[in-house]
């Protein structure tokens, strides 16, 4: 393990615990990451990312892309059902 | 610890491994901690403990991180080996034994596994849903499109399930109202349990039943040499109408990648409080999801094999009449199995397709979205899981209800609606402001986009042989 990645409950001491005592908020702040707190996650949001050309027509040929084949399934499951294939 | 209300802010997430007790904001979120961050904490710290012992002892303490670990990647790929996929497989046997489609298997099995890691990576580094990510980096305009996406490929596929639920019953002569009833209370029984861990344990107990379809394959004695020489040379071909085939080879591609996988693996990877730390787990975890859906769809295959041995038409079958058939070649216990087999992969389905819609929804509402909440505080949550599956449940049971549409079009529609979905994926993976270092490698996207060429290329085969059916007739 990276020891950057080291946390409290990593320590002798911290490990010898055998149970924490999760109300005590130290002891939940000790084992989860700063975002991973709910309330953190509610305090912040990834914001909009800017969609460049390419990206909006990629998105846009994938939806017509869906409609198009959407409808052909639909034709071809009325066409099995019917056995006019 | 109860949760107050707080204010908006508007600042940008970042991906971060700071520990919350190092944060400046510590203080804040001591006073802010809920049930859902108590239960995650608890988890963390049994995976923290387990590490400590895998430092003095390497084997005891590896086999201790992964069984705590293991869960998201095993459920979504047992899960996905669902009602209509097994139904899948069994037409696939039935109808053209054991050759081409071995292998094919194999190959849709491994482009499930490269969609699938990069979910992993997401929720470890995020820590949100991935509704949650696309409403914040696309906007609500594309974030709809794509819950669209989810919400009608999840409801049919869920009908689908209790289809399968009430088939494999069935055999056993259970009512479809009764075996359906029961069905929904384990739904209801397995999300009540409050906690994340719980729940994903009940349910990975359910899903290791998928394995019934592994005696009922060695009671059907295939010709092994045969397993072999197909999974080396892919023949023999499958012969026949081809867009039967091509149906088929569609139906076998949804029945391992799907759009409600990823949404379900990144969501329960945030529930159980992955940190990117865990990534290599996580890739493990998903890895022996797959490794274990392909062994058990292959067996389905070669369960099924004898009905083409001796001739028997399977082309209008449905699940329970899979067992039927089967029984004078591997016997009454054989075709238990395999309906025993079709009933658990209905359930073990509805529980982790429903808990995927409600996931999305929740973290596009902006409520309570974990297991690890109790009912009361997160109400919309819980009412949209079991209000997903009792509406898939109830439509089973209307009389003439189109379901005989349903099960043809739902593994078709989930290949066709996977390509927007893989795009969405492949970008926000790509995105550094969301992934820090954990962007895709060139050799990941090399796979993401391969992947997604493939579902395309399929996709547009199956529009030209609906346009041109003529065309496929040889």
């Keep these: 393990m990276n020891p950057a990645d080291a946390r409290p409950e990593d320590t002798e001491e911290g490990a010898a615990a055998e149970t924490p005592d999760l109300e005590d908020p130290r002891a939940v702040l000790s084992v989860l990451e700063a975002d991973q707190i709910v309330a953190a996650k509610q305090r912040t949001r990834f914001g909009r990312r800017e969609l460049s050309a390419g990206v ?25 059902i019917h056995g006019t294939r | 610890m109860k949760q107050r209300p707080i204010n908006p802010s508007s600042s940008s997430a970042r991906p971060t491994t700071e520990a919350a007790a190092d944060s400046p904001l510590a203080q804040d979120l001591a006073a802010l901690l809920t049930h859902e961050d108590a239960d995650r ?38 899960g996905e080996n669902d009602a209509p996929s097994m139904l899948s497989y069994s037409a696939t046997g039935a109808r053209f034994g054991i050759g081409f489609f071995i292998p094919f298997v194999v190959l849709t099995f491994a482009m499930g596994l490269v969609v699938q890691e990069m979910t992993v990576r997401l929720g470890a580094v995020t820590h949100r849903g991935h509704a949650e990510l696309i409403f914040d980096r696309f906007g609500k305009f594309w974030g709809f499109f794509s819950l669209g996406d989810l919400v009608l490929g999840n409801f049919l596929t869920l009908v689908t399930e209790f289809i399968g639920i009430r088939a494999g019953l069935g055999f056993f002569g259970i009512r479809p109202a009764v075996a359906v ?60 109408n081809g867009f039967d085939i091509l149906m088929l080879m569609l139906a076998d591609i949804g029945a391992t990648v799907t759009p409600w996988m990823i949404f379900f693996q990144q969501s329960a ?17 998903t890895l022996l999801g797959a490794l274990l859906a392909t062994l058990f769809a292959i067996a389905t295959i070669l369960a099924t094999a004898p009905l083409l041995h001796h ?35 209905g359930i073990v389905a509805a529980i982790a397709i429903s808990t995927s819609s409600a996931y999305a929804f929740g973290e596009v509402l902006r409520t309570g979205h974990s297991l690890n909440r109790p009912i009361r505080d997160a109400w919309p949550f819980y009412s949209t899981l079991l209000g997903s599956a009792a509406a898939a449940a109830g439509l089973v049971l209307i009389p003439r209800a189109p379901l005989e549409f349903i099960v ?4 078709v529609v989930a290949v066709l609606a996977m390509p927007p979905a893989l795009a969405f994926l492949v970008l926000l993976v790509n995105d550094r402001e969301v992934m820090g270092d954990e962007v895709n490698t060139f050799g990941q996207n090399v796979g993401a986009i391969g992947v997604t060429v493939l ?19 040889f």
């Design chain 1, 56 to 80: 909006r027509v990629l998105l846009w040929g994938m939806r017509v892309y869906v409609v198009i084949m959407l409808v052909l399934v639909v034709i071809s499951a009325i066409r099995v």
């Design chain 2, 41 to 78: 904490a608890r988890d963390r710290w049994k995976v923290n403990r387990a590490r400590r012992i895998e430092r003095r002892s390497r084997a005891a303490g590896k086999l201790r991180v992964l069984w705590l670990l293991v869960g998201p990647g095993v459920l979504v790929f047992l």
């Design chain 2, 181 to 240: 009833g029961a069905a929904l209370l384990l739904v209801f029984a397995a999300m009540t349990t409050g906690r994340y861990w719980t729940w994903e344990r009940i349910t990975l107990g359910l899903a290791i039943f998928n394995g019934l379809f592994v005696p009922a394959a060695l009671l059907a004695h295939p010709n092994w040499r045969e397993v072999g020489h197909a999974l080396i040379t892919w023949t023999p071909l499958p012969h026949g």
């Design chain 2, 269 to 285: 990877v945030v529930d159980k409080g992955m940190q990117p730390r865990d990534i290599a787990a996580g890739r493990v975890d």
């Design chain 2, 311 to 345: 001739g028997i038409d399977a082309s209008q079958f449905q699940a329970a009449q899979f067992a039927e058939a089967l029984e004078p070649w591997i016997g009454r216990a054989g075709a238990s199995l395999f309906a025993l087999g079709i009933f658990e992969a």
């Design chain 2, 408 to 411: 043809l079009i739902v593994n």
């Design chain 2, 455 to 473: 579902l395309i290329v399929a996709g547009v085969g199956f529009g030209v042989a609906t346009v041109f059916p003529h065309w496929l007739k």
